[in-house]
């Protein structure tokens, strides 16, 4: 897509990706998405990001039709993800003597990127730099979502240019909000659950920040420019990012899958041990539900036992996608335990502490195995497993 203008010598000169399906591996992107760049044209030149190293030719002659490569002043690196800065060198070759502006902890990857000689400059919180009426000013606001991220404001425009934060996948070549009629808050939030929730404290202080700039107008590195919802996507991302209050009443989820319904008897009866302790439990087969229905609760908690059977010397398949599915969460001290019925070698518990230790759960029992059906001995381990979780939580 060509350039458009987003205000008075501001322009977009991205690139669109209506058919991408898959975003960093992980988040499917049925819509699409748009790379953003935004060029600044003013006495000086200044270009925001650039974008993914498959559109460079696009970008380049997008960039070409406004300014003479020769001109360009400054490249404000944002973050060095490669999906923005995957143009970066093939732009260094046009614009050799441009100076690339960025976050004091960008300076190593901008090199590690680029792998040549530029003019890198770092820019402080606050900085400014006047372009000759217009005045541009850096906000540091690391790990939002690599340490090396920064924002950028231009004054004149109330104009906000977050980097990730505030984007989603959506591709349209409308590029307004406003003039694609659509409710984007589902696209924020799944966005913000996939990029952002594990950095909801940086969030918060990012905000905080936020809340000394007057802003009319919001141009993220992904989906269209935000016009008419600054103030709602931002109390969104307000209330998204704010800590969980503390439960009422102790929670623990058991989740657990059976081959022959012997793991099933011990969550049964943990479950069931854990109720009498006064613990507000859930219980899931793992094969009868979706995961991701279960990452809120599983945030919100305060303690999950996870069981299952040993199956080729592994935890089962159901397991494994429960437990890779953690790592967006924080779940730093909550507590976690594991169980499951074993025939002859029982390393599905083992494995399973290992992995939510990773997870940063606190695990400070034993993981309880039964030899196939579990006898009174075994089920009594299991209530001990229940008592000694649930004396944990209260604690
Ligand atoms: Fe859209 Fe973090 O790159």
Not at 331 to 344: E, N, T
Request: net charge negative; charged share 25%.
């Amino acid at each position: 897509m060509k350039p458009f203008s987003i205000a008075s010598d501001i322009h977009w000169v991205g690139a669109l990706h209506p058919d991408l399906r898959i975003f960093d591996i992980i988040m499917k992107t049925k819509n699409g998405s748009t790379y953003n760049s935004y060029l600044i044209k003013a006495d000086k030149t200044l270009l925001i990001d650039t974008v993914k190293s498959k559109f460079t030719d696009l970008f380049l002659q997008n960039i070409s039709q406004l300014v003479d490569f020769k001109k360009l002043d400054y490249i404000v690196v944002q973050h060095t993800e490669p999906d923005h800065s995957g143009s970066l060198i093939a732009l260094l070759d046009k614009a050799p003597d441009a100076e690339i502006l960025c976050s004091k902890s960008a300076v190593k990857f901008v090199k590690n990127t680029i792998n040549r000689d530029a003019k890198i400059t770092p820019v402080g919180d606050g900085s400014t730099i006047e372009l000759g009426g217009k005045t541009v000013e850096f906000l540091q606001t690391p790990f939002l979502h690599w340490p090396d991220t920064m924002m950028t404001y231009c004054r004149e425009d109330r104009l906000l240019f977050p980097c990730d934060v505030f984007a989603n996948h959506f591709c349209d070549s409308r590029m307004f909000d406003d003039a694609i009629a659509r409710d984007f808050a589902p696209d924020f939030e799944l966005y913000f659950n996939i990029i952002f929730r594990p950095f909801k404290k940086n969030v918060q202080n990012a905000l905080a920040k936020l809340k000394n700039f007057d802003i009319q107008m919001i141009a993220p590195s992904h989906g269209p420019i935000i016009r008419s919802s600054v103030d709602a996507v931002m109390t969104a991302y307000d209330q998204w990012s704010r800590p969980l209050p503390d439960n009422a009443t102790p929670k623990c989820l058991v989740y657990y899958v059976s081959a022959h319904g012997n793991t099933a008897i011990m969550a049964k009866v943990i479950s069931e041990a854990l109720k009498q302790e006064k613990i507000d439990v859930e219980l899931y087969d793992l094969t009868q539900i979706s995961i991701d229905e279960q990452l809120d609760k599983i945030e919100a908690c305060d303690a999950i036992l996870v069981g299952s059977p040993t199956i080729n010397n592994d935890a089962v398949k159901p397991v494994w996608e429960l437990l890779t599915s953690l790592t967006t969460l924080n779940l730093k001290g909550k507590i976690a335990a594991s169980f499951g019925s074993i025939g002859w070698s029982g390393e599905s518990v083992k494995f399973i502490d290992e992995r939510l230790k990773a997870l940063k759960f606190k695990v400070p029992f034993e993981g309880v195995t039964c030899n196939l059906v579990p006898d009174d001995e075994e089920l009594q381990n299991c209530r001990q497993l229940a008592h000694q979780v649930a004396e944990t939580i209260k604690a």
